[in-house]
């Protein structure tokens, strides 16, 4: 049972255009983080939201928390085929969760020029 | 820093064989983990270690076995190769802070179980 779901798994999309990607679960999570992959690489963190929300901007690129800490969404403005990758949801939960986050399934993301 | 390093980046075994895959960090980090990522999976957690001499079980634990003798280092092993336990195997480190836990990966080993 994946306790992360994301949607949608596959994105193919042209240079300029805006989409959303959405991260759900029935959990409540003390926070969300966002990652993005390339090929052959190791995933690297956008951004961590951890207040029922929040909103985070990273230059093109909008983050949100739900209010009530179960859900995510990532938003892309005029995106640009240099924003082609994996996109991954994680989410952790409770101080004593350690290393243990739950991650999402994935949105692959294609760009087109 | 060179961060998080993982040796092999690649590996092809036969059924059965044992091996071992290198993980080391050098940014102090308390905690460790390997996870292993298939397609249409995410990323599942395998082990993982809250400091030197302490580890634990993750998501997918079975055939795999780990220790933490130092903060630098957490190696994964394999003790009986099976062709279920090809994917990419992926170690991160983290320093924990509230609760935020992010995760510095290195960059991946790909094995292939024959």
Redesign the interface.
């Known amino acids: 049972t994946?306790l992360?779901e994301?949607s949608p798994?596959f994105l193919s999309i042209q240079e300029g255009e805006n989409l959303t990607v959405y991260c759900n679960s029935s959990s409540v999570f003390?926070?969300l983080?966002w990652?993005r992959q390339e090929p052959?690489?190791?995933?690297?963190?956008l951004v961590?939201v951890?207040t029922g929300g929040e909103v985070k901007k990273l230059k093109r690129l909008t983050f949100q928390f739900g209010d009530a800490r179960k859900d995510s969404s990532l938003h892309i403005t005029a995106a640009q085929p240099g924003d082609t990758g994996l996109y991954?949801c994680?989410g952790?939960r409770?101080?004593t969760?350690?290393?243990?986050?739950t991650?999402?399934?994935?949105t692959q993301l294609t760009v087109n020029p | 820093n060179a961060g998080v390093t993982q040796t092999p980046k690649f590996q092809v075994l036969k059924t059965g064989q044992s091996m071992t895959l290198q993980c080391a960090q050098d940014m102090n980090h308390e905690y460790m983990s390997w996870y292993r990522q298939d397609p249409g999976m995410g990323l599942r957690l395998i082990h993982y270690s809250v400091g030197a001499g302490i580890t634990d079980q993750g998501e997918v634990p079975n055939g795999y076995n780990v220790s933490r003798s130092t903060t630098e280092d957490f190696p994964l092993r394999l003790l009986s190769a099976a062709p279920s336990q090809t994917s990419v195997y992926f170690c991160a480190s983290s320093y924990y802070r509230n609760s935020y836990n992010e995760q510095f990966f290195g960059p991946g080993t790909r094995l292939t179980v024959l």
Do not use: D, I, K, M
């Not at chain 1, 052959?40 to 963190?45: A, Y």
């Not at chain 1, 969760?97 to 986050?101: A, D, E, I, Q």
């Open positions: 994946q992360l994301q798994q003390s926070s983080q990652y052959g690489e190791g995933p690297v963190l961590t951890v991954l994680a952790a409770g101080e969760s350690g290393s243990r986050l991650f999402g399934e994935g």
